[in-house]
Every structure is written in C-alpha cells, then in structure tokens.
C-alpha cells in the first residue's frame, strides 16, 4: 500500500522557472492538500481540496496553482519560481472532509530550492 | 498565521526518562492532533483528542487538553532512540473540517 506518493523528492529551479510537484494517492480519500515547512514555522497550507473539480486557497497561496481532475491526483504547480518558494513541499490526504475525527496522511516530501 | 505555540522547541532527554511537550492554541477547536516527524520524512499521525476529553492514551503516549487554557500536552513515557523525531500539534477548528492548523514543533532527542 503506497499511501501518499510525491515525486520529486529533490528539486532546484532557476528564478522565473516554473514547475509541478506531483502528488498521487491510492486510498480513495476525499481530500487532499498542500502544506510548505519552512524552519521555525511548521507547516502552512497552500491549498486544499474536497474532491475532484473542487479546489480551494489555504494560507499562503500565492504564486502557487492547484487543480484536481481525477480523485487520485493533486497536482501543485509553480507560476513562476521566487526564492521565497524554497521550501519543504508536503501533499496530504483525509478520507473524508467531512469528518472532524479523520487523520491525515502524508507524503514524503518535495524538497525544492529556488536559486 | 500559525494557530499552535509548542513548547519547548527543543528537548534532549536520556534514554528511558519521559518526555512532555506542550502546546497552545487560540481559538476554540474541535479537536487536536499530534504528528510525528522523523527526519527527511513526512508526518506521521499520532493521536487525535476531541475538544470534550480531557485525557487519552495510547501506548505510551498520553496526551491532554485544557480547553479553558487552550492547551495540550504530549507525554511520552519510557522514551527509546526511536523516538528522536520533531513533534507537532495540530489544531482543527472545525471550518472545513480537515483544514488543520499547526504549530511549530518540538524537536526531541533521545540520548542512548
């Protein structure tokens, strides 16, 4: 049972450059989401979604988009890389959004930095 | 802004001895979550606590809630080196449901 699967795991982009992390997870769960870790500030939310077709804005979305065609994928794209989007990129998932009492389980990481 | 102040942001304890970390929240909430985080890896779900416990184990965690002081506390007893990890809480206020918030964490190191 893979759980919650992000690839990369490493990634170093120019400024201006854009990208996809991608998150996949085999669990059939309703939600899923996107945090950045940045030391000393644990984990914030980017963007989250309640199923497929629905997305989203968490805390910090700028510069970031999501989108979510299919249950199993959540896909986090890069507009156009700053520095300030060097970060630990984690992908989470819940089977359901509707329920208070249901953990989250996450990915392994994206490891990104911005030069 | 981040919802959890935890405390202390480091711990280095011996082998065997317990381990409390604690953390505090400012509104009111559904439930708290702890997570675990070893290194290079993601979090690892813990225990969750609703608003209207007080107290609940597992293993040897142990955790508690004092909603009146918007806080909580992890216990960890007879702590081992695998527990060496970054501790965090998280706290569900309930608006969506799964949008969790979460502190900064506690690192803890367990020396052998």
């Known amino acids: 049972n893979a759980g919650v699967t992000q690839t990369p795991k490493f990634q170093v982009l120019k400024t201006g450059q854009s990208m996809t992390l991608q998150c996949a997870q085999d669990m059939n769960h309703e939600y899923m989401s996107w945090y950045r870790q940045d030391p000393g500030m644990g984990l914030r939310l980017i963007h989250y979604s309640v199923g497929a077709g629905i997305t989203d804005q968490g805390e910090v979305p700028n510069g970031y988009n999501v989108s979510r065609s299919t249950t199993e994928d959540f896909p986090l794209r890069l507009l156009s890389a700053a520095p300030s989007q060097t970060s630990v990129y984690f992908c989470a998932s819940s089977s359901t959004w509707t329920g208070y009492d249901q953990p989250q389980h996450f990915g392994d990481g994206t490891r990104l930095s911005i030069l | 802004s981040q919802q959890g102040e935890e405390d202390p942001q480091a711990l280095s304890i011996q082998e065997g001895e317990n381990a409390t970390m604690n953390c505090s929240y400012k509104?009111?909430?559904?439930?708290l979550q702890w997570y675990r985080q070893n290194s290079g890896r993601g979090l690892v779900h813990l225990i969750l606590?609703?608003?209207?416990?007080r107290e609940k184990h597992s293993g040897r965690l142990r955790v508690t809630l004092d909603t009146s002081k918007k806080s909580s506390s992890l216990l960890i007893t007879a702590s081992r080196a695998a527990d060496t990890a970054s501790y965090f809480c998280a706290s569900n206020r309930g608006q969506g449901a799964q949008k969790l918030v979460f502190g900064q964490g506690t690192r803890l190191t367990i020396n052998p």
């Open positions: 606590i609703r608003s209207n416990e």
């Open positions: 509104t009111s909430i559904n439930n």
